[in-house]
């Protein structure tokens, strides 16, 4: 999706959509469970947290 120019509105839902759709529940829970580690880290640190 980084990558992609949107024109319209329709067209950013749509692909977010499929986005969403292509995962695995896997990828959804790995992320989920990995909250508070992500968190404690900005709040150890200090910092906002950012992933590129």
């Known amino acids: ?3 992609t120019n949107f ?3 329709e067209h ?3 692909s977010i959509d499929d986005f969403i759709a292509s995962k695995l529940p896997s990828f959804y829970r790995n992320r989920i469970c990995m909250l ?3 968190r404690r880290k900005v709040i150890e640190t200090n910092v ?3 992933s590129n």
Do not use: F, G, M, W
């Open 36 to 38: 508070p580690k992500i």
């Open 48 to 50: 906002k947290y950012c």
């Open 12 to 14: 950013v839902r749509n």
């Open 7 to 9: 024109n319209t509105v």
């Open 1 to 3: 999706l980084a990558s």
